[in-house]
């Protein structure tokens, strides 16, 4: 596969979007764990809600 | 499941837990076969190898404005029938949409400079999404300026529904204006312009564009719901301390006037 003399500039393309798409994925992934580690650490002081039920259960 | 059970958070969750890795192993297929697909397709005999770029830079054009699309319906879903879930879509929507757009905008500014001979110009189709994503990051400063998610949806659904009158400007910008832009060659009257050895690859990365932004989606919408669950049990852990202290003092001084007495 030959890129041609604009080589670079598809490169770039390329390269760009999968840095912003790493970076958007990467940025879900830590919040989730933040909040998720927030939730526990508030449930360990004994802060629970009004169900009863965890703040991290998902079923 | 109905849509209504997904009113629950709860309930949501549950779904986004069962749902969220077939998504991601499907968008990396997907994407898997678009990028192979994409570079195997031929050379344009006018754009030579940059017509590779299109391969990237229109779906994300395209997600730009869906995205903002799918906010402006959960604004509706806020402001009309106050689904509870609708601002939790709207608000997790904004971050991945302005990506989109910033993507965009890049990769169009980097097929330009070959192409047209500039990396910008202020043309009708450029100038509008170049606000389109200047309205995307309005947004994520109004939601993070207003302390009570409850206040900043409305605003922030006002915004987006007026903000939705770029989407039709930014669409028809080059039938209506004389732009550098080249006028639309997928979606149009009489069928697609183009040849299907460029149509497929780029029909499957849209697809695979797509799925990545609802399984992103979907995940932050989970994160905006625990960062609520944390946001309502820190105000209850605020208001037991308030209340065991304004106890606790109101006891100290009623004990004082007894001993007073």
Do not use: C
């Amino acid at each position: 596969m030959s890129l041609g003399p604009y080589a670079a500039f598809i490169v770039t393309s390329y390269a760009a979007a999968a840095a912003v798409v790493a970076v958007l994925i990467g940025w879900i992934v830590l919040d989730y764990r933040s909040q998720t580690q927030r939730l526990r650490e508030l449930e360990e002081r004994g802060i629970t809600r009004r169900s009863g039920r965890s703040a991290t259960e998902l079923r | 499941m109905t849509l209504i059970d997904l009113a629950n958070p709860t309930r949501f969750l549950a779904l986004t837990a069962r749902v969220l890795p077939w998504l991601a192993a499907a968008t990396v297929i997907l994407l898997a076969i678009g990028l192979y697909q994409s570079a195997l397709a031929p050379d344009d005999y006018q754009q030579g190898a940059t017509v590779k770029i299109m391969f990237i830079h229109v779906p994300n054009a395209w997600l730009s404005m869906f995205v903002w699309g799918v906010m402006s319906i959960a604004s509706l879903g806020t402001l009309v029938w106050r689904h509870p879930l609708a601002d939790v879509a709207a608000k997790a929507a904004a971050p991945i949409g302005a990506a989109f757009t910033f993507l965009a905008l890049l990769t169009g500014s980097l097929w330009g400079r070959p192409m047209w001979g500039t990396y910008w110009e202020w043309d009708a189709r450029l100038t509008s999404v170049l606000i389109l994503f200047l309205m995307y990051l309005g947004l994520m400063a109004l939601w993070r300026a207003v302390d009570d998610p409850s206040r900043a949806a409305r605003a922030a659904a006002v915004l987006t529904l007026v903000g939705a009158i770029n989407l039709p400007i930014i669409k028809f910008s080059v039938d209506w204006w004389n732009t550098l832009h080249q006028p639309a060659s997928v979606m149009r009257m009489g069928g697609s312009a183009l040849d299907k050895s460029f149509l497929i690859p780029l029909l499957v990365m849209a697809i695979a564009f797509t799925l990545l932004f609802v399984t992103l989606h979907l995940a932050a919408m989970r994160n905006e719901i625990l960062r609520r669950r944390v946001r309502s049990l820190q105000m209850m852990q605020a208001s037991r301390i308030a209340f065991s202290s304004e106890s606790g003092s109101r006891g100290e001084s009623a004990s004082n006037e007894v001993g007073a007495a």
